[in-house]
T-cell receptor
């Protein structure tokens, strides 16, 4: 099956710093990538949808200036959490969808802890 | 899907028994549904999918049933094993919504020996 990787798997940072998370589709070209966040014991909440070569579409309530998304190639999307604060601590998961199928393939997630 | 709550409903199942996990979805226009399994600290893993023109689909030890009349989806796991312990999410997709997923609240399955 399709493989999606994320890097880093865990990151701890100080309040006020920025953190970049990478999402890569390893064996297929992802025309669309999605970014989710997940709090403990809760479901996945979609943050934004990113199409290769165009600006990301953010869900209501998600600050686009705080969560910068770049989808520069068909295999890589990045999420940058700018000026991170403790309330941004969460599990961030990306997913990728190829050209044909509706199915999304999920990355392993990145645990962000902001001190 | 179901509204996001502050806790996950839990299904406790004895090893070897069958499990049934339910999901109510919200959008009658949703035409594609997927069940995912998520183990602690990991990303969701695809289990099985079903399109709205079907009412049943079977995989290896899993069966998904779709009842469009009452907007209900279920996942049946046969002969539940300890490795099936995880959180299970249903996702509904509406083809004309850019392929965005709407996830249900999830169900924690705990398999006991």
């Amino acid at each position: 099956g399709a493989v999606v990787s994320q890097h880093p798997s865990r990151v701890i940072c100080k309040s006020g710093t920025s953190v970049k998370i990478e999402c890569r589709s390893l064996d297929f070209q992802a025309t669309t990538m999605f970014w989710y966040r997940q709090f403990p014991k809760q479901s996945l909440m979609l943050m934004a949808t990113s199409n290769e070569g165009s600006k990301a579409t953010y869900e209501q309530g998600v600050e686009k200036d705080k969560f910068l998304i770049n989808h520069a190639s068909l295999t890589l999307s990045t999420l940058t959490v700018t000026s991170a604060h403790p309330e941004d601590s969460s599990f961030y998961i990306c997913s990728a969808r190829g050209r044909v199928a509706d199915t999304q393939y999920f990355g392993p997630g990145t645990r962000l802890t902001v001190l | 899907g179901e509204s996001v709550g502050l806790h996950l409903p839990t299904l406790s199942v004895q090893e070897g028994d069958n499990s049934i996990i339910n999901c109510a979805y919200s959008n009658s226009a949703s035409d594609y549904f997927i069940w995912y399994k998520q183990e602690s600290g990991k990303g969701p893993q695809f289990i099985i999918d079903i399109r709205s023109n079907m009412d049943k689909r079977q995989g290896q030890r899993v069966t998904v049933l779709l009842n469009k009349t009452v907007k209900h989806l279920s996942l049946q796991i046969a002969a539940t094993q300890p490795g099936d312990s995880a959180v299970y999410f249903c996702a509904e997709i509406t083809t004309d919504s850019w392929g965005k997923f709407q996830f249900g609240a999830g169900t924690q399955v705990v398999v006991t020996p």
